[in-house]
């Protein structure tokens, strides 16, 4: 099922059949199987400009070689964020991203069932677990540094280096943002093929999905 029309969302969006210059230009890039376009692109149709930073920002936080982190964990982090924000749309489409990732289902349903009960040492290490305490803290209580300043204090004691935690820091705000695109316009799930995400980390220009 493709993103041809049927997307419910509270304001107007151009279909895939119907674009044309730039925004169809971008639609190509990003697109799925059978011409999907993800319903969170779809809602930027109207300013193909604000499609590009997202997809640029996306691209270059969570799916860049240049990372340290594993992208199973910075989809982990989305995964909760997204719980948090009580964002469905990012949380499903992200843990389906990380089950692919992960490739073992017991795993996965481990990792799924912490992040939902915040009980986060049952299946992450040490140094994971105070990232993601960062992340839960981060978007809970942004204005509480205090209480931010001891979670970066805790991910540089638990063995995670600076660039890591900056790591941590951006893949969280992007999803904080996502989330609250897709909330705010009422998007939702239905049409997209959940879990597709850029596969080529190397180029930090490819956008396609698979």
């Known amino acids: 099922m493709s993103s041809h029309g049927n997307t419910t969302m509270w304001i107007a969006h151009v279909p895939y059949p119907e674009a044309t210059g730039r925004l169809k230009q971008l639609y190509d890039r990003i697109k799925g199987p059978g011409d999907n376009v993800d319903n969170i692109m ?89 990232a993601l305490r960062y992340a839960a803290a981060l978007t809970e209580a942004p204005q509480d540094a205090p209480r931010l300043k001891a ?33 705010g316009l009422g998007v939702t799930t239905d049409g997209d093929i959940l879990g597709l995400s850029p596969g080529n980390s190397d180029n930090p220009d490819d956008w396609s999905h698979g």
């Open 42 to 130: 779809l809602a930027h149709s109207l300013r193909p400009h604000t499609m590009e930073g997202h997809m640029t920002i996306y691209k270059y936080v969570l799916h860049h070689t240049a990372n340290a982190t594993p992208k199973w964990f910075l989809e982990a982090i989305g995964v909760l964020v997204s719980l948090i924000n009580g964002c469905a749309y990012c949380a499903e489409h992200h843990f389906a991203g990380l089950r692919r990732l992960v490739g073992d289902e017991p795993r996965s349903a481990g990792i799924r069932a912490a992040l939902d009960a915040r009980t986060f040492a049952a299946a992450f290490d040490a140094a994971q677990t105070a």
């Open 151 to 183: 979670c970066v204090d805790a991910m540089r004691a638990a063995g995670l280096d600076d660039g890591r935690i900056l790591e941590i820091n951006q893949v969280t705000a992007y999803f904080n943002y996502a989330n609250r695109t897709v909330s």
